[in-house]
């Protein structure tokens, strides 16, 4: 079956650790999107990446990574530069101005 | 002036309610719009595409005003697995990427 798929579903970090989300699809979109959302809050954009080595910073890129070598993949780093890392991060991926598609979501909790 | 706004609601409404959100966007420019809903600690899912001229699917009506920028969504004989949070989402032409209402939590009670 075609789709996204975030690894993985929970992520525990300790403080002054980089970690990194994973987010692969092989529905062969274009674009891929990362997203942070907190408890009762929308989804605040952090990066997004509309063709292969070449990705744009969104509203809240501080603090985070991430790379597009590969057209399924597109990783997301939480770096400790992130002092506030604790949300639900969801990565999509779409074809331009098309509907995005949602992987299932990580959680990210500070140990 | 925020890009999407939404009523947060909470909307609590009986089984078979009908009930309706609005959602105005800021960018006259927008080209594409959407409804997504999103469940508990869930991922957002397509509910509808909106056109331009309205459109129906089931239960559920959407309906675009251009030159008022808002969008809405009515929802007929609501059941209980319609509770859920209602997000409207806006593609402004050649940005490539959407903007995200907060959402707007619909619960529905028997």
């Given at each position: 079956?075609?789709?996204?798929?975030?690894?993985?579903?929970?992520?525990?970090?300790?403080?002054?650790?980089?970690?990194?989300?994973?987010?692969?699809?092989?529905?062969?979109?274009?674009?891929?999107?990362?997203?942070?959302?907190?408890?009762?809050?929308?989804?605040?954009?952090?990066?997004?990446?509309?063709?292969?080595?070449?990705?744009?910073?969104?509203?809240?890129?501080?603090?985070?990574?991430?790379?597009?070598?590969?057209?399924?993949?597109?990783?997301?780093?939480?770096?400790?530069?992130?002092?506030?890392?604790?949300?639900?991060?969801?990565?999509a991926s779409s074809t331009p101005n098309q509907p995005q598609h949602f992987g299932d979501g990580t959680r990210l909790?500070?140990? | 002036?925020?890009?999407?706004?939404?009523?947060?609601?909470?909307?609590?409404?009986?089984?078979?309610?009908?009930?309706?959100?609005?959602?105005?966007?800021?960018?006259?420019?927008?080209?594409?719009?959407?409804?997504?809903?999103?469940?508990?600690?869930?991922?957002?899912?397509?509910?509808?595409?909106?056109?331009?001229?309205?459109?129906?699917?089931?239960?559920?009506?959407?309906?675009?005003?251009?030159?008022?920028?808002?969008?809405?969504?009515?929802?007929?004989?609501?059941?209980?697995?319609?509770?859920?949070?209602?997000?409207?989402?806006?593609?402004?032409?050649?940005?490539?990427?959407?903007?995200?209402?907060?959402?707007?939590?619909?619960?529905?009670?028997?």
């Open positions: 079956d075609g789709g996204i798929t975030q690894s993985p579903k929970y992520l525990f970090r300790k403080e002054g650790q980089n970690v990194t989300l994973s987010c692969e699809q092989n529905l062969n979109h274009d674009a891929m999107y990362w997203y942070r959302q907190d408890p009762g809050q929308g989804l605040r954009l952090i990066y997004y990446s509309q063709i292969v080595n070449d990705f744009q910073k969104g509203d809240i890129a501080e603090g985070y990574s991430v790379s597009r070598e590969k057209k399924e993949s597109f990783p997301l780093t939480v770096t400790s530069a992130q002092k506030n890392p604790t949300a639900f991060y969801l990565c909790s500070i140990l | 002036r925020k890009e999407v706004e939404q009523d947060p609601g909470p909307f609590n409404v009986p089984e078979g309610a009908t009930v309706a959100f609005n959602c105005t966007y800021s960018n006259s420019a927008s080209q594409s719009f959407f409804w997504y809903r999103q469940d508990c600690r869930k991922e957002p899912k397509l509910l509808m595409s909106v056109y331009s001229s309205g459109n129906e699917d089931g239960r559920f009506t959407a309906q675009l005003n251009r030159a008022s920028q808002y969008i809405s969504l009515l929802i007929r004989d609501s059941k209980l697995s319609d509770s859920a949070t209602y997000l409207c989402v806006v593609n402004s032409w050649g940005q490539g990427n959407l903007i995200f209402g907060k959402g707007t939590k619909l619960s529905v009670k028997p």
